[in-house]
Protein backbone atom coordinates (compact mmCIF):
# COMPACT_ATOMS: atom_id res chain seq x y z
CA UNK A 1 0.00 0.00 0.00
CA UNK A 2 1.19 3.43 -0.98
CA UNK A 3 2.46 6.02 1.64
CA UNK A 4 2.81 9.74 2.52
CA UNK A 5 4.39 11.07 4.96
CA UNK A 6 4.20 15.01 5.78
CA UNK A 7 6.41 14.75 9.43
CA UNK A 8 5.32 18.77 10.10
CA UNK A 9 1.84 19.57 11.26
CA UNK A 10 2.96 23.21 11.48
CA UNK A 11 5.57 25.38 10.06
CA UNK A 12 5.81 28.49 10.77
CA UNK A 13 8.84 31.32 8.71
CA UNK A 14 9.17 35.03 8.46
CA UNK A 15 8.75 36.55 4.95
CA UNK A 16 11.38 36.43 3.20
CA UNK A 17 12.43 33.06 4.67
CA UNK A 18 13.25 29.75 2.59
CA UNK A 19 10.73 27.51 3.25
CA UNK A 20 10.86 23.58 2.83
CA UNK A 21 7.70 21.18 3.47
CA UNK A 22 8.81 17.60 3.80
CA UNK A 23 7.07 14.78 2.14
CA UNK A 24 8.36 11.61 1.77
CA UNK A 25 6.61 8.54 0.25
CA UNK A 26 6.53 4.32 -0.26
CA UNK A 27 5.59 3.26 -2.81
CA UNK A 28 7.00 0.36 -5.03
CA UNK A 29 6.46 1.51 -8.19
CA UNK A 30 7.27 4.14 -10.19
CA UNK A 31 5.56 7.06 -8.30
CA UNK A 32 3.55 9.56 -9.51
CA UNK A 33 3.42 12.69 -6.84
CA UNK A 34 1.73 15.87 -6.49
CA UNK A 35 1.84 19.02 -3.85
CA UNK A 36 -1.76 20.38 -3.34
CA UNK A 37 -2.42 23.52 -1.77
CA UNK A 38 -5.50 24.29 0.18
CA UNK A 39 -6.52 28.31 1.07
CA UNK A 40 -8.41 29.07 4.34
CA UNK A 41 -11.64 26.53 3.85
CA UNK A 42 -11.14 26.74 -0.01
CA UNK A 43 -11.09 23.68 -2.30
CA UNK A 44 -7.44 22.10 -3.00
CA UNK A 45 -5.78 23.28 -5.84
CA UNK A 46 -3.25 21.21 -7.90
CA UNK A 47 0.11 23.34 -7.19
CA UNK A 48 2.94 20.83 -9.03
CA UNK A 49 3.09 17.14 -10.80
CA UNK A 50 6.52 16.17 -10.36
CA UNK A 51 6.54 14.95 -14.06
CA UNK A 52 5.70 18.60 -15.46
CA UNK A 53 8.89 19.89 -13.69
CA UNK A 54 7.65 23.02 -13.42
CA UNK A 55 7.30 26.19 -10.94
CA UNK A 56 4.11 27.64 -9.25
CA UNK A 57 3.63 30.91 -7.63
CA UNK A 58 7.91 30.40 -6.87
CA UNK A 59 7.34 26.81 -5.74
CA UNK A 60 9.27 23.83 -6.93
CA UNK A 61 9.28 19.83 -5.88
CA UNK A 62 12.13 17.54 -6.71
CA UNK A 63 11.40 13.80 -7.02
CA UNK A 64 14.75 12.14 -5.17
CA UNK A 65 13.66 8.27 -5.36
CA UNK A 66 17.04 7.51 -3.37
CA UNK A 67 15.50 9.05 -0.39
CA UNK A 68 12.50 8.61 -1.53
CA UNK A 69 11.24 12.33 -1.30
CA UNK A 70 9.23 15.19 -2.81
CA UNK A 71 10.28 18.27 -0.50
CA UNK A 72 8.47 21.12 -1.88
CA UNK A 73 10.42 24.75 -1.68
CA UNK A 74 10.48 27.99 -2.06
CA UNK A 75 13.44 30.38 -1.53
CA UNK A 76 11.36 33.64 -0.24
CA UNK A 77 8.13 32.67 1.51
CA UNK A 78 5.27 35.59 1.22
CA UNK A 79 2.05 36.13 3.28
CA UNK A 80 0.06 34.83 0.58
CA UNK A 81 1.68 31.14 0.87
CA UNK A 82 0.33 30.74 4.31
CA UNK A 83 -2.36 27.79 3.48
CA UNK A 84 -2.48 23.94 3.93
CA UNK A 85 -0.35 21.87 1.63
CA UNK A 86 -1.02 18.48 0.80
CA UNK A 87 1.67 15.83 -0.57
CA UNK A 88 -0.17 12.75 -2.66
CA UNK A 89 0.74 9.90 -4.87
CA UNK A 90 -1.27 8.02 -7.49
CA UNK A 91 -1.75 4.63 -7.63
CA UNK A 92 -3.84 2.24 -8.60
CA UNK A 93 -7.15 3.10 -10.17
CA UNK A 94 -6.13 6.31 -10.26
CA UNK A 95 -6.07 7.24 -6.73
CA UNK A 96 -4.37 9.79 -4.77
CA UNK A 97 -3.19 8.87 -1.25
CA UNK A 98 -2.61 12.18 0.36
CA UNK A 99 -0.43 12.85 3.37
CA UNK A 100 -1.62 14.56 6.84
CA UNK A 101 -1.08 17.80 5.83
CA UNK A 102 1.41 20.17 6.88
CA UNK A 103 0.13 24.37 7.29
CA UNK A 104 2.37 26.68 6.37
CA UNK A 105 2.54 30.27 8.58
CA UNK A 106 3.80 33.00 7.29
CA UNK A 107 5.03 35.81 9.76
CA UNK A 108 5.57 39.62 8.71
CA UNK B 1 -17.40 25.25 -16.97
CA UNK B 2 -18.10 25.04 -13.78
CA UNK B 3 -15.66 22.30 -13.08
CA UNK B 4 -16.66 20.09 -9.85
CA UNK B 5 -20.19 20.98 -8.34
CA UNK B 6 -20.73 19.76 -4.86
CA UNK B 7 -24.22 20.25 -2.93
CA UNK B 8 -24.80 20.94 -0.66
CA UNK B 9 -22.58 23.42 1.11
CA UNK B 10 -23.33 22.94 4.71
CA UNK B 11 -25.84 20.35 6.59
CA UNK B 12 -26.49 19.72 10.12
CA UNK B 13 -27.97 16.14 10.53
CA UNK B 14 -29.69 14.29 13.76
CA UNK B 15 -27.89 11.04 14.60
CA UNK B 16 -29.85 8.26 12.88
CA UNK B 17 -30.84 10.45 9.70
CA UNK B 18 -30.12 10.00 6.15
CA UNK B 19 -28.97 12.23 3.56
CA UNK B 20 -27.08 12.65 -0.23
CA UNK B 21 -24.69 14.51 -0.94
CA UNK B 22 -24.46 15.02 -4.70
CA UNK B 23 -21.17 16.00 -6.85
CA UNK B 24 -21.56 16.97 -10.40
CA UNK B 25 -18.49 17.41 -13.16
CA UNK B 26 -19.14 19.05 -16.48
CA UNK B 27 -15.07 17.55 -17.72
CA UNK B 28 -16.23 14.37 -19.01
CA UNK B 29 -13.85 12.81 -16.75
CA UNK B 30 -14.10 9.11 -16.04
CA UNK B 31 -12.98 8.99 -12.66
CA UNK B 32 -14.57 9.95 -9.15
CA UNK B 33 -13.64 10.24 -5.94
CA UNK B 34 -15.63 10.87 -2.29
CA UNK B 35 -12.72 11.99 0.41
CA UNK B 36 -13.34 13.03 3.80
CA UNK B 37 -11.12 15.93 5.77
CA UNK B 38 -10.49 15.73 9.27
CA UNK B 39 -8.05 17.70 11.42
CA UNK B 40 -4.42 16.21 11.80
CA UNK B 41 -5.63 13.18 9.68
CA UNK B 42 -5.45 14.74 6.02
CA UNK B 43 -8.23 13.55 3.21
CA UNK B 44 -8.75 10.24 3.31
CA UNK B 45 -10.97 7.95 0.51
CA UNK B 46 -14.16 6.85 1.09
CA UNK B 47 -15.54 5.27 -2.42
CA UNK B 48 -14.51 6.01 -5.69
CA UNK B 49 -15.45 5.29 -9.50
CA UNK B 50 -13.02 4.27 -12.26
CA UNK B 51 -16.16 4.47 -15.21
CA UNK B 52 -20.23 5.05 -15.43
CA UNK B 53 -21.99 2.24 -13.75
CA UNK B 54 -19.13 1.51 -11.11
CA UNK B 55 -17.79 1.41 -7.54
CA UNK B 56 -15.33 1.05 -5.27
CA UNK B 57 -14.07 0.58 -1.49
CA UNK B 58 -11.51 3.40 -0.48
CA UNK B 59 -9.90 3.52 2.68
CA UNK B 60 -12.95 4.40 4.85
CA UNK B 61 -15.83 3.09 3.33
CA UNK B 62 -17.96 1.91 6.51
CA UNK B 63 -21.30 4.25 6.84
CA UNK B 64 -21.65 5.04 3.13
CA UNK B 65 -22.84 3.74 -0.27
CA UNK B 66 -22.18 5.42 -3.36
CA UNK B 67 -24.24 5.55 -7.05
CA UNK B 68 -22.78 6.66 -10.44
CA UNK B 69 -25.80 6.05 -12.68
CA UNK B 70 -24.25 8.98 -14.99
CA UNK B 71 -20.77 9.83 -15.81
CA UNK B 72 -21.18 13.05 -14.95
CA UNK B 73 -22.67 12.29 -11.73
CA UNK B 74 -21.32 11.05 -8.33
CA UNK B 75 -23.54 10.96 -4.95
CA UNK B 76 -22.20 9.88 -1.71
CA UNK B 77 -25.17 8.34 0.92
CA UNK B 78 -25.23 7.80 4.30
CA UNK B 79 -28.10 5.71 6.00
CA UNK B 80 -27.86 6.56 9.25
CA UNK B 81 -25.70 8.94 10.45
CA UNK B 82 -23.11 9.05 13.02
CA UNK B 83 -21.51 11.87 15.10
CA UNK B 84 -17.72 10.44 13.98
CA UNK B 85 -19.14 11.32 10.59
CA UNK B 86 -19.27 15.10 11.18
CA UNK B 87 -16.47 16.36 8.46
CA UNK B 88 -15.49 18.66 5.64
CA UNK B 89 -16.63 15.93 2.27
CA UNK B 90 -15.03 16.52 -1.29
CA UNK B 91 -15.51 15.10 -4.33
CA UNK B 92 -12.81 15.36 -6.99
CA UNK B 93 -12.17 14.14 -10.39
CA UNK B 94 -9.50 12.93 -12.81
CA UNK B 95 -8.89 11.52 -16.58
CA UNK B 96 -6.20 9.56 -17.00
CA UNK B 97 -2.90 11.94 -17.19
CA UNK B 98 -4.35 14.53 -15.71
CA UNK B 99 -4.13 16.03 -11.80
CA UNK B 100 -7.56 15.86 -9.69
CA UNK B 101 -10.10 18.72 -9.80
CA UNK B 102 -11.83 19.11 -6.43
CA UNK B 103 -15.31 20.62 -5.54
CA UNK B 104 -15.49 23.06 -2.94
CA UNK B 105 -16.59 20.66 -0.21
CA UNK B 106 -19.25 20.13 2.19
CA UNK B 107 -19.35 20.56 5.54
CA UNK B 108 -21.38 17.76 7.24
CA UNK B 109 -22.27 18.13 11.66
CA UNK B 110 -24.03 15.54 13.21
CA UNK B 111 -25.29 15.81 16.21
Redesign the interface.
Known amino acids: AQRVTQPEKLLSVFKGAPVELKCNYSYSGSPELFWYVQYSRQRLQLLLRHISRESIKGFTADLNKGETSFHLKKPFAQEEDSAMYYCASRGGGNKLTFGTGTQLKVEL | NAGVTQTPKFRVLKTGQSMTLLCAQDMNHE ?1 M ?1 W ?1 RQDP ?6 IH ?1 S ?1 GEGTT ?1 K ?1 EVPDGYNVSRLKKQNFLLGLESAAPSQTSVY ?1 C ?1 S ?1 A ?1 GY ?2 T ?4 TRLTVV
Do not use: D, E, K, Q
Request: no cysteine; glycine share 26%; charged share 5%.
Open positions: YYYGMGLRLYVAGFATTGYFGSG
